[in-house]
C-alpha cells in the first residue's frame, strides 16, 4: 500500500499555470474593452478578471516581473473603468512572458513601476542588449521599506553595465523556498538579518506544487538561525546561485557554517553599493568561459601556420575553388579557431595548466564534483578511462550485463573478471529493467564467503538506464558500503548529465549523493545511529549501515554532455567525488587518461563544453524543468487524445516497475480523471522511478514492429529521429533544446499516423487483415523471453563456482582462428539437444536492446537461442548471418581447461585462486 497518497493538480507545474492564466486574463480583457458600460456582461467580466487578478496574485508575489507592482497597477485600471488600456497593457505583457522578451532587454519596464507604455508594435528599441536576472532578498520588511531599497538600488545601476537586475522581496523562510523553486531568474539570494519561518501566502491553488520544496524546510530551529539555514538549504536546493548574508552578529560568533553557506556576509552599516557590485561581480565571474573566451581570442590574432592543420585559418579550404562551399556552410569562424597550438592563450588537454584547467574547474564547482576531466571521444572512451585507472588484472567488477558495450571492452583491457548482475525483465515490451538491490547484495555476499572480498574493486551501474529506469543512488551506495566500507562505484550516467540541475532529479546522482554522504558519515549524529544500529542486529544480521571508522566515498559518474546538454557530439566529461583520489588513483587515471584520450583534441568539442557549462549554471534548473514539462505535455496529449490512443499507449511507472520497488505507490505521472501526480516522494523513496523525459509509446496496436515504425512511418515521412526501438515500442526523448513547436510537430505527426492507420485498414481484405490481426496478437500478446546471464564456462572462470569471469583470456583466445568455429543459429539447438556445451568467443550484440547477450567466454543458453532467433532486429552485431554464432572448439576449451587447473591462465595467482 502507498503510504500516502500523491497530491495531483489540473496543471504539470506553476509555470503552466502562470501562463494559462495570464491569457485568459488577455482574452477576458479583451471582451471588456468591447462590452457596453454599464451591461450584464461588463459587470460579469469585471468579476471574472478580478478572479483572475486574485489568482495571479499569489503567484506574481513570487517574481519581479509582472510582479505585484505591476498586477496592483492593471487592478488600479481596472477599478478606474480604463478597460481599452488595460486590455493594451495585459496584452504586452502576456506578449512578454510567453516569448520571453523582457530577459533579452529589461530596462523598458524598469523604469516604469506603473505599468509598461505600449508602443505601436508592441516591442521596445531602445538600450542595449543585457542579460536580466533577479535577486531574491528575504527579510521581514514593511512596503514602504521594500520601494526604498528597490529605487536605491535602481540608482546604482550603470548604463553601461552587461546585467541588469529585479529584485523580488520575501518575507518569511518558506516564502523564500517557494520563490527558488517557482522563479527560475533569480541568480543571486540575499538573506537580511532572521527571516520568520511560516508564509502566509500559501494558498489550495498552490499546495499541489510545493511538496518537494516545504519538506526541506525546517521549522525546529529558532528564528535567529533561520538566515544561516536557509544558505545551507539553497546550496543543497539550487547550488548555482551566488548567496549573501547581511547579519548584526560579530565575526567571533558566526559558525563556521554559516561562513561557508555563503558567498560573502555584509554587516547593516556597509554602503548598498558595495552589495550591488558584489552582486555583478558574482554573475560575471559565473559567465566566465576561459578556454571558449581563449579560443576566440587566438582565433583574432593574425598568425603564421608552419605546423600541421592545413584548414588552420580555412587557409586550405577558402581558397580551394573545389571545396570552398564547405568553408561557406561552416563560417570562417570555425576555421579561425581550428588550431594545434596550446600557447597564445590556449592549453593542453593532457596537462592542462591555464584555460583548460580553469575550464575544467569551473565545471567540477557547476556539476558538484571535487574533481572533473573533459573527454572529447565520447563517454565510450570515458568509460574506459574510469575502468582502466581503478581496476587491474585480475580484480572483480559487479557490473550489470546490460550496460553499455564500452564497460564489456574495458573489462578485456583491464583484465578485470566481471561478475554480471541481471536486471529484472520487463517482457511485455522486450527490454530489461533495472537491477535489484538485493540481487548486487547477495552476489557480494557470495563472493565474501569465497574469500574474495579483497578483490571486488567497484560496482558499475547504468544511471540512467536508457529507457528511463533511475536507481535509488543514496540506498544503493550506502547498502552497499556496509557490507563493503571501500568500494568504488562507477555510474555510468551518460543519459544522465542533466540531472544534477534540479532537486528531485541530483538526489540520484553519483556527485550529489557523494557529498551528501561524505558529510553524513562524518558526522557525530550519524555515528550515534550507527552504534544504535550495530546495537540492535540480530545475531548473523548483516548491517545495512556503514563503519564510519571504515568507510571510504569513491565515486566517479561518466556523463554524455552532448547527449542531454549542450555540447558538440562526442563531448564528455568524467567527474570524481573519490577521498583517496590523491593518495591511490590519481597517477593511474592520468596514464589511463592518456592511453585514451588524442593528442589533437577538438577544440570546438572543449569550447562547447565551457560554454555548456555556463549555461547550465545560469539557465539549467529553468532548462531541465522546462524539458520535463515538454515530457509531461506530451504524454497527456498522447493520453487524452482519442485518436491518438487508439493506437498508442505511453508506458506508466507500473509498466516499467514491479510494484515492490514503489513504495510511493506512485503507478503514474498523469491520467485523465485527477491529472498530475506528484512524483517527489517516489522520487525520494522508492528503489527505482522512471525519469519522465523519456517516453516509451506502445505501438503494438498498430501492427507494425519498432524498427519498422521508426523508420518507414517516423523517419521517411516525417523526418522525425528517434534512438530506441524494441519489438513493440518507440522510444521518445525530451531535453533541454525541446521546444512547444517541436512537441506539437510530433504530436501532429502522431495523429496522421493514426488517419493513415485509419485508412490502410480499411483497405485490407480479408486474408490482409487476418494476416495483420496476427501480427498484432504477435506484438500484444507473444512475447519472447528475455534470457538472463548464463554464466562462464569452466574454462574461463576466475575461480570454480564463484561469480565472476576471465572475460579477456577468452577475447583473446579467439584471435587465432584455429580455436573458433562457426554454427548456424538453427544447427544450435540440435547441437546442444545433442550433448554439446557451446561457448561464444565473441559479442553479440542486437540492436536493439544494445548490450551483449553473449560476450567471450559464456554458455551459450537454449534461451539466448530462443531470444535470438525470436527478435526481429536489423542488427546483431558480432553475428555472421551467412555463417552463424563463432563458437570455441570443444578441444580449445578441453585444453583451456587443463591451463586453467594448472594455475597458469592468463593473471591468475595463487592468492586469487583461493
Known amino acids: 500500500m502507498p503510504e500516502t497518497l500523491p497530491l495531483s493538480s489540473p496543471h504539470y507545474n506553476v509555470t503552466q499555470l502562470r501562463l494559462e492564466t495570464w491569457n485568459t486574463l488577455k482574452n477576458e480583457t479583451a471582451k471588456l474593452q468591447k462590452c457596453n458600460r454599464g451591461s450584464t456582461d461588463e459587470r460579469d467580466l469585471k468579476n471574472d478578471v478580478r478572479r483572475l487578478f486574485a489568482k495571479l496574485e499569489g503567484i506574481e508575489s513570487y517574481f519581479a516581473f509582472p510582479g505585484l507592482i505591476r498586477l496592483r497597477a492593471l487592478n488600479d485600471m481596472l477599478n478606474r473603468m480604463e478597460h481599452t488600456a488595460l486590455a493594451n497593457k495585459v496584452s504586452v505583457i502576456t506578449k512578454l512572458l510567453v516569448s520571453d522578451k523582457y530577459r533579452s532587454n529589461p530596462d523598458f519596464f524598469d523604469e516604469d513601476e506603473e ?54 522581496v520575501q518575507r518569511s523562510f518558506e516564502d523564500a523556498m517557494i520563490a527558488l523553486h517557482f522563479n527560475y531568474n533569480i ?86 553599493q558595495e552589495l550591488h557590485l558584489t552582486i555583478l561581480r558574482g554573475i560575471s565571474e559565473r559567465y566566465e568561459t576561459p578556454f571558449f573566451s581563449a579560443l576566440k581570442e587566438y582565433s583574432k590574432k593574425p598568425t603564421g601556420v608552419f605546423h600541421a592543420m592545413p584548414i588552420s585559418r580555412g587557409n586550405s579550404i577558402f581558397k580551394s575553388r573545389w571545396i570552398n562551399d564547405f568553408g561557406n556552410f561552416y563560417g570562417r569562424n570555425m576555421f579561425l579557431a581550428e588550431t594545434s597550438s596550446t600557447s597564445g592563450g590556449l592549453d593542453s588537454l593532457l596537462q592542462p595548466t591555464g584555460s583548460l584547467k580553469k575550464a575544467q574547474t569551473k565545471a567540477s564547482e557547476a556539476y558538484g564534483s571535487l574533481n572533473t576531466f573533459f573527454v572529447t571521444n565520447g563517454t565510450s572512451t570515458a568509460n574506459k578511462i574510469v575502468v582502466q585507472a581503478l581496476v587491474k588484472p585480475g580484480d572483480v567488477i559487479l557490473i550489470d550485463r546490460d550496460c553499455h558495450k564500452s564497460h564489456h571492452y574495458g573489462l578485456v583491457l583491464a583484465g578485470a573478471y566481471p561478475v554480471y548482475l541481471d536486471s529484472y525483465p520487463i517482457e511485455k515490451y522486450s527490454m530489461y529493467g533495472a537491477v535489484p538491490l538485493k540481487q548486487i547484495k547477495e552476489k557480494l555476499l557470495r563472493l565474501k564467503e569465497a574469500g574474495r572480498m579483497d578483490l571486488v574493486k567497484m560496482l558499475l551501474l547504468t544511471n540512467c538506464t536508457f529507457d528511463g529506469l533511475v536507481y535509488n543512488v543514496e ?137 555548456g557549462r555556463r549555461q547550465v549554471q545560469f539557465e539549467g534548473y529553468e532548462l531541465v524543468e522546462k524539458s520535463i514539462e515538454m515530457a509531461m505535455v506530451l504524454r497527456a496529449k498522447i493520453n487524452d487524445h482519442h485518436r491518438l490512443n487508439k493506437y498508442f499507449d505511453v508506458l506508466t511507472l507500473s509498466d516499467f516497475i514491479p510494484k515492490e520497488y514503489r513504495k510511493s505507490g506512485l503507478s503514474e505521472y498523469y ?228 591451463v586453467t587447473s594448472m594455475g597458469i591462465s592468463g593473471n591468475t595467482s595463487k592468492k586469487q585462486s583461493n
Not at 489550495?204 to 529558532?222: D, M, T, W
Not at 535567529?224 to 547581511?246: H, Q
Not at 566517479?556 to 564528455?572: A, C
Not at 573458433?820 to 544447427?827: D, G, L, T, V
Open 671 to 898: 491520467n485523465r480523471k485527477s491529472g498530475w501526480n506528484r512524483m517527489e516522494t517516489a522520487w525520494e523513496n522508492d528503489e527505482f522511478v522512471l525519469d519522465p523525459t523519456k517516453i516509451t509509446l506502445h505501438i503494438g496496436k498498430t501492427g507494425v514492429d519498432g524498427d519498422t515504425f521508426k523508420n518507414k512511418y517516423l523517419m521517411d515521412k516525417f523526418n522525425i529521429q528517434i534512438n530506441k526501438t524494441s519489438r513493440n515500442t518507440v522510444l521518445f526523448m525530451t531535453n533541454i533544446g525541446t521546444t512547444r513547436g517541436s512537441v506539437t510537430y510530433l504530436t501532429n505527426a502522431l495523429l496522421k499516423i493514426a488517419d493513415e492507420l485509419d485508412k490502410e485498414f480499411l483497405s485490407l481484405n480479408d486474408n490482409e487483415t487476418k494476416i495483420r490481426q496476427e501480427k498484432i496478437h504477435s506484438l500484444t500478446k507473444d512475447f519472447p523471453p528475455l534470457p538472463d546471464f548464463s554464466y562462464f564456462h569452466h574454462s574461463f572462470q576466475a575461480v570454480p563456482g564463484v561469480p565472476g569471469g576471465n572475460i579477456r583470456d577468452a577475447f583473446f583466445l579467439a584471435y587465432n582462428e584455429e580455436n573458433y568455429e562457426y554454427i548456424p543459429m538453427e544447427a544450435c539447438l540440435a547441437s546442444m539437444e545433442g550433448g554439446r556445451t557451446l561457448v561464444a568467443s565473441s559479442f553479440i550484440i542486437p540492436y536493439p536492446p544494445g548490450f551483449p547477450v553473449l560476450v567471450p567466454g559464456q554458455v551459450i543458453s537454449i534461451e539466448i537461442i530462443r531470444f535470438l532467433t525470436a527478435i526481429d532486429v536489423s542488427e546483431i552485431h558480432g553475428y555472421r548471418a551467412d555463417l552463424g554464432l563463432r563458437v570455441f572448439k570443444e578441444v580449445v576449451l578441453n585444453r583451456q581447461k587443463t
Open 475 to 611: 540506498r544503493v551506495m550506502e547498502e552497499i558500503l556496509a557490507i563493503k566500507p571501500d568500494m568504488i562505484f562507477l555510474w555510468d550516467e551518460a543519459w544522465f548529465a542533466f540531472a544534477g540541475f534540479t532537486y528531485n532529479y541530483k538526489q540520484r546522482t553519483g556527485m550529489f549523493v557523494a557529498k551528501k554522504l561524505h558529510e553524513k558519515y562524518r558526522s557525530s549524529s550519524y555515528r550515534d545511529t550507527y552504534n544504535e544500529h550495530i546495537k540492535h542486529l540480530k545475531k548473523g544480521e548483516i548491517p545495512t549501515l556503514p563503519d564510519p571508522d571504515k568507510v571510504r566515498i569513491r565515486v566517479y559518474s561518466t556523463q554524455s554532455t552532448h547527449k542531454t546538454l549542450s555540447s558538440f557530439r562526442q563531448g564528455s566529461m568524467i567527474h570524481i567525488w573519490d577521498e583517496d583520489f590523491h593518495r591511490k588513483s590519481e597517477n593511474t587515471f592520468l596514464e589511463s587518461y592518456m592511453t585514451h584520450t588524442s593528442t589533437s583534441p577538438n577544440y570546438q568539442m572543449l569550447a562547447s563544453l565551457d560554454a
Open 187 to 272: 541568480q543571486a539570494v540575499v538573506v537580511r538579518y532572521a527571516p520568520p519561518y511560516h508564509s502566509k501566502k500559501i494558498t489550495p491553488l498552490l499546495k499541489p506544487f510545493l511538496q518537494s520544496v516545504l519538506k526541506l524546510g525546517l521549522a525546529s530551529h529558532p528564528q535567529t538561525e533561520l538566515g544561516p539555514v536557509l544558505g545551507k538549504l539553497i546550496k543543497k536546493f539550487r547550488p548555482e546561485l551566488d548567496t549573501y548574508y547581511v547579519t548584526d552578529t560579530s565575526l567571533s560568533n558566526l559558525k563556521d557554517s554559516t561562513l561557508k553557506s555563503f558567498r560573502r556576509i555584509f554587516y547593516r552599516t556597509e554602503d548598498l
Open 115 to 168: 505599468g509598461i507604455e505600449v508602443l505601436e508594435n508592441g516591442e521596445h528599441t531602445i538600450g542595449v542588449k543585457k542579460n536580466y536576472f533577479e535577486v531574491l532578498f528575504v527579510e521581514d520588511i514593511s512596503v514602504q521599506e521594500e520601494n526604498k531599497l528597490r529605487s536605491d538600488l535602481r540608482d546604482l545601476r550603470g548604463a553601461n553595465e552587461q546585467f541588469n537586475y529585479g529584485i523580488v
